[in-house]
């Protein structure tokens, strides 16, 4: 298994700022995913973090208000930018564990957006 | 084509009884089936998975039953107990790597 932390655990934010989120695995590992889960909703996949490369983002998500770093294979940042309230969500990391196919998730990072 | 349908939306179970979750997928390229558990305030914990080369995967009280030629799996929780209560998310995933989820089940355990 795979041990995820992520920072900041919950915020409050102001409408029109900017919050990162990190996202730090204790191996490498070769799949980094970031989901957003609206309150009392389910999973959705925003992006796929590639290690050295640009993220792939899903349809309805973009770089600009999505940014993703990923330097190497144990860390990744998720970027919200020019907050709304609409963006009031948990923001997630996952990772691929690798032969076994199993996703494991970090606590999620709350975000309330005033 | 990448949906996966999960019913009920919530469940009452009394404890004791048995909880069962539904899901139907349509992408006939997914390969592994994860079913996750989260708590208030937690992220989704994986309870068990299966892939389509079995029907059946049992670990403890926790089966999945799964029908390819359907396209259905479903979640069985036996001697289901007030700690169960939950949120309980299906999932499938292809060869892409990403994990597309159900909508969820609300499940609560009345003791």
């Known amino acids: 298994s795979a041990v995820i932390s992520q920072k900041p655990s919950r915020d409050i934010c102001q409408r029109g700022t900017s919050l990162t989120i990190q996202c730090q695995v204790d191996s490498q590992v070769t799949m980094m995913f970031w989901y957003r889960q609206q309150p009392g909703q389910s999973l959705t996949l925003i992006a796929t973090?590639?290690?050295?490369?640009?993220?792939?983002?899903e349809s309805g998500f973009v770089i600009d208000k999505f940014p993703i770093s990923r330097p190497n294979l144990t860390f990744s940042t998720l970027t919200v930018s020019n907050m709304s309230p609409e963006d009031s969500s948990i923001y997630l990391c996952?990772?691929?564990?690798?032969?076994?196919?199993?996703?494991?998730f970090g606590e999620g990072s709350r975000l309330t957006v005033l | 084509q990448q949906q996966v349908k999960q019913s009920p939306q919530s469940l009452i179970v009394q404890k004791g009884g048995i909880s069962i979750i539904n899901c139907a997928y349509e992408n006939t390229a997914f390969d592994y089936f994860p079913w996750y558990q989260q708590f208030p305030g937690k992220g989704p914990a994986l309870l068990i998975a299966i892939r389509p080369d079995v029907s059946e995967k049992k670990e403890g009280r926790f089966t999945i039953s799964f029908n390819k030629s359907a396209k259905q799996f479903s979640l069985h929780i036996m001697d289901s107990q007030p700690g169960d209560s939950a949120t309980y998310f299906c999932?499938?995933?292809?060869?892409?790597?990403?994990?597309?989820f159900g909508q969820g089940t609300t499940l609560q355990v009345k003791p």
């Open positions: 996952s990772v691929d564990a690798g032969h076994t196919g199993e996703l494991f």
């Open positions: 973090a590639n290690q050295g490369s640009e993220a792939t983002y």
């Open positions: 999932a499938a995933k292809g060869n892409t790597g990403k994990l597309i």
